[in-house]
């Protein structure tokens, strides 16, 4: 479990550099290549098979988000405060559609009971405890690692605003509602 805390951790660090250098729309449209690579990686770890339409589907997927990366010229993009590096952000987003798809099979993978084990397999809210332990130990070690002493002067929760306890309330509130719900 730690090592797929640890690609998920990578993704979130990944995403976070991605969107610090693209504009939003070519981030949302690029990221949804992360659909084929969780084909990928389906086929790879999982042994699907894959059917000539969802090969058409995705190869259709890949061309769109090839086309809106070209068709993206420096005059349409919209003006950031920060300056942002293009490519920089597009190899990112792969980079975190890479680690989404790996991520998400293999994790599919370990929840899935083999015939070959007779242990007692723990339950899926078990695994995302423990999952979500292990990211939390390793976002922690990330965030002191890179901003250690101004997590030390400032406390931890410097610089947070009500728009950003609104993100973490709404992204708390939809976990809940997905797992509950």
């Known amino acids: 479990m730690a090592g797929i805390a640890a690609i998920y951790t990578v ?10 250098n693209l504009d939003a729309a070519i981030f949302q449209v690029t990221y949804q290549a992360k659909i084929l690579t969780t084909a990928i990686f389906s086929v790879l770890l999982l042994g699907r098979k894959l059917t000539y339409i969802k090969v058409a589907a995705l190869a259709l997927l890949f061309v769109g988000v090839a086309i ?5 010229v420096d005059e349409n993009s919209s003006k950031s405060e920060q300056e942002q590096h293009r490519w920089v952000g597009v190899l990112a987003v792969l980079g975190a559609c890479c680690t989404s798809g790996f ?18 397999v723990p339950s899926v809210w078990a695994k ?3 999952l979500s332990t292990y990211a939390l130990i390793i976002a922690l070690a990330t965030a002191f690692a890179k901003d250690g002493n101004a997590i ?4 931890f929760f410097q610089g947070y605003s009500l728009l ?5 309330t709404l992204e708390a509130v939809s976990f809940f509602d997905l797992f509950l719900g």
Do not use: M
């Open 11 to 20: 993704q979130k660090n990944l995403l976070y550099l991605a969107i610090s």
């Open 128 to 130: 995302n405890v423990q």
């Open 152 to 155: 030390r002067e400032a406390g």
């Open 164 to 168: 950003v306890l609104s993100v973490i």
């Open 103 to 120: 991520g998400g099979v293999y994790f599919e993978l370990v929840l899935k009971p083999r015939a070959a084990t007779q242990a007692r």
């Open 68 to 72: 809106v990366q070209a068709d993206k």
